[in-house]
């Protein structure tokens, strides 16, 4: 059974440092690319970050250079550090992975990250 634990979130004042992590069962992690997405109510989902099963990452514009996504095949985990933190950051986030073909979207429970003084 495929498994995504976030965890991580909560209040942070702005220009403040959160760092979240999934941890991930049921897969075969080392292969799977992994993804961080957010939500907001009344929006989509947003991709925020992705990193490939070889480490190769990409961010959404807004977090470029604040944002890193890192991943520990070890530990079957993959960690989202946030730096430089903005109240357009609150968002609930989620660790998302796809497996299989077709490919089946798999979800955390999803975090909730605050930004606010």
């Known amino acids: 059974q495929v498994q995504l634990v976030e965890s991580g979130g909560g209040l942070v004042q702005p220009g403040g440092s959160l760092r979240l992590s999934c941890a991930a069962s049921g897969f075969t992690f080392s292969s799977a690319a992994m993804n961080w997405y957010r939500q907001t109510p009344g929006k989509q989902r947003e991709l925020v970050a992705q990193?490939?099963?070889?480490?190769?990452?990409t961010y959404t514009d807004s977090v470029k250079g604040r944002f890193t996504i890192s991943r520990d095949n070890a530990k079957k985990s993959v960690f989202l550090r946030m730096s430089s933190l903005k109240p357009e950051d609150t968002a609930v986030y989620y660790c998302?992975?796809?497996?299989?073909?077709?490919?089946?979207?798999?979800w955390g429970q999803g975090t909730q990250v605050t930004v606010s003084s």
């Open positions: 990193i490939s099963s070889r480490g190769t990452t």
């Open positions: 998302n992975t796809v497996l299989g073909m077709p490919g089946v979207a798999c």
